[in-house]
């Protein structure tokens, strides 16, 4: 198999998400700050261990 067959055989289905755990986004924190295009939204850990997003 060359190396253009091994890529392609290696891609995961379009419609399978790319999951994260959270524990490894937060990395300790409650909350984070992520950068979408021009915008900055805040992810944050309730006391409940729920998530939030606010932009």
């Known amino acids: 198999m060359n190396t253009a067959q091994q890529q392609t055989t290696t891609l995961r289905p379009a419609d399978e998400s ?9 990395a300790g924190a409650k909350e984070i700050l992520i950068q979408h295009a ?3 939204y805040r992810l944050r850990e309730t006391r409940s261990g729920k998530l939030i997003m606010h932009k």
């Open 38 to 40: 021009d915008q900055i």
């Open 18 to 26: 790319r999951r994260i755990n959270s524990q490894s986004l937060l």
